[in-house]
């Protein structure tokens, strides 16, 4: 079996930089990077501390062994399955790799819907677009299903999903800050076919 070969610029479908303003060092290319990353990692972060509060007071207990099993579980679930699989294979170099393209081909219309370009729900291939608002709306159907479970049951799921989010975050600011050293992650941009 034949190792894969290392994703260029052109298999990321990323034209090479032609001038300045195409590199991103313009001041529209780098404010698109700034609130496209920024803005996602601002979502995150919000439902980061509105779940927070539900997975202390269910941690504050008390708990049996029971709770304290499916507390440790959750967490080892949603950290590897959320965090490193979903966050850290996936969505945070995804959503950096669609911000260093917007930065180098900034359209304003899409700068301004910066944060849903680069989580893939606008301007992007017809898989990615229907992959991305499934999996949005999964989210939203399953966070109104999780309000409905009583404590601490709740809060055990709110603590997994608490580390899964927390990974994300952490994620994405590390491939950001590889971008800005100029090791832009490996991924596809998926933009639409023209």
């Not at 930089?17 to 698109?32: E, F, I, K, V, Y």
């Not at 996602?40 to 997975?55: H, I, Q, S, T, Y």
């Not at 927390?166 to 023209?194: D, K, T």
Request: aromatic letters at 8%; a positive charge; glycine letters at 12%.
């Amino acid at each position: 079996m034949q190792p894969k070969a290392p994703m260029t610029e052109t298999t990321m479908h990323l034209p090479p930089p032609t001038s300045t303003a195409d590199r991103g060092t313009g001041p529209l290319g780098w404010l698109a990077a700034i609130w496209g990353v920024g803005g996602v990692v601002l979502l995150l972060g919000n439902a980061v501390a509105r779940l927070a509060p539900m997975a202390v007071e269910a941690i504050r207990g008390p708990l049996g062994f029971l709770e304290w099993g499916s507390l440790v579980a959750c967490v080892a679930f949603m950290g590897f399955f959320e965090g490193y699989r979903g966050f850290q294979l996936g969505f945070s170099p995804r959503v950096v790799s669609r911000a260093v393209h917007l930065a180098r081909q900034p359209r304003p219309a899409l700068v301004l819907l910066a944060p849903l370009f680069c989580m893939g729900l606008v301007h992007a291939s017809r898989k990615r677009l229907t992959v991305s608002w499934i999996l949005t709306a999964g989210i939203v159907g399953l966070v109104i299903a999780v309000r409905q479970v009583p404590q601490p049951w709740r809060g055990i799921l709110d603590a997994g999903v608490v580390v899964g989010l927390s990974w994300g975050i952490v994620a994405i600011l590390a491939f950001g800050l590889r971008a800005l050293a100029g090791r832009p992650p490996a991924m596809q941009v998926e933009l639409p076919r023209r």
